[in-house]
T-cell receptor, first 115, second 115 residues
Framework: AQSVTQLDSHVSVSEGTPVLLRCNYS??????LFWYVQHPNKGLQLLLK??????LVKGINGFEAEFKKSETSFHLTKPSAHMSDAAEYFC?????????????FGQGTTLQVKP | GAGVSQSPRYKVAKRGQDVALRCDPI?????LFWYQQALGQGPEFLTY????????KSGLPSDRFFAERPEGSVSTLKIQRTQQEDSAVYLC?????????????FGSGTQLSVL
């Protein structure tokens, strides 16, 4: 069965400093992995996705993630945090076949950005 | 509309009441998903439709939960005899044809509070 574990429930950074949100996955085959962001009172938005192409995936708003099979990790990074990055971030793996679209979400990491 | 629309935005129900939550997907999206997000948790899959066909309902927590999409567009999630543990945000998402369901567009959700 597929699953993801987000290693930090809360991350706090200062504006302008790097962001690292950690995610480990478990999958019996080559996984499809995603990062979604949820701002208060807004719908979940796709940041980026990995589907067995390049291991370094670039997303929107300057975020990127690196798929590391040897470490079963898919950590999300950004070189310089902005106040508008404060939100809830979810690491996601696709469960089952692509026909179902059944996404399995992690517990989430709250990113706080301090001025 | 431009995005996935859910109504009502907030719903307060007394324990034992029936509720109906509505989802208007993006026009033309054949795939529609319902997720349940408890406070402080990641969204959990409930059910999936392709057009009017409910292809996966493995996530529905009990037979009190029922979803339909009779004309392959608008969907309704019905919860009968609501219980306090049903309190959560219910998210609807739709996806574009041919996308292998990778990019889901989420609505803002319906926050259900059962007293």
């Amino acid at each position: 069965a597929q699953s993801v574990t987000q290693l930090d429930s809360h991350v706090s950074v200062s504006e302008g400093t790097p962001v690292l949100l950690r995610c480990n996955y478990s999958s019996s085959y080559s996984p499809s992995l995603f990062w979604y962001v949820q701002h208060p009172n807004k719908g979940l938005q796709l940041l980026l996705k990995y589907t067995s192409a390049a291991t370094l995936v670039k997303g929107i708003n300057g975020f990127e993630a690196e798929f590391k099979k040897s470490e079963t990790s898919f950590h999300l990074t950004k070189p310089s945090a902005h106040m508008s990055d404060a939100a809830e971030y979810f690491c996601v793996v696709r469960g089952g076949s692509s026909n179902t679209g059944k996404l399995i979400f992690g517990q989430g990491t709250t990113l706080q950005v301090k001025p | 509309g431009a995005g996935v629309s859910q109504s009502p935005r907030y719903k307060v129900a007394k324990r034992g009441q029936d509720v109906a939550l509505r989802c208007d997907p993006i026009s033309g999206h054949v795939s529609l998903f319902w997720y349940q997000q408890a406070l402080g948790q990641g969204p959990e899959f409930l059910t999936y439709f392709q057009n009017e066909a409910q292809l996966d309902k493995s996530g529905l927590p009990s037979d009190r939960f029922f979803a339909e999409r009779p004309e392959g567009s608008v969907s309704t999630l019905k919860i009968q005899r609501t219980q306090q543990e049903d309190s959560a945000v219910y998210l609807c998402a739709s996806s574009t044809p041919g996308s292998t369901n990778e990019k889901l567009f989420f609505g803002s959700g319906t926050q259900l509070s059962v007293l």
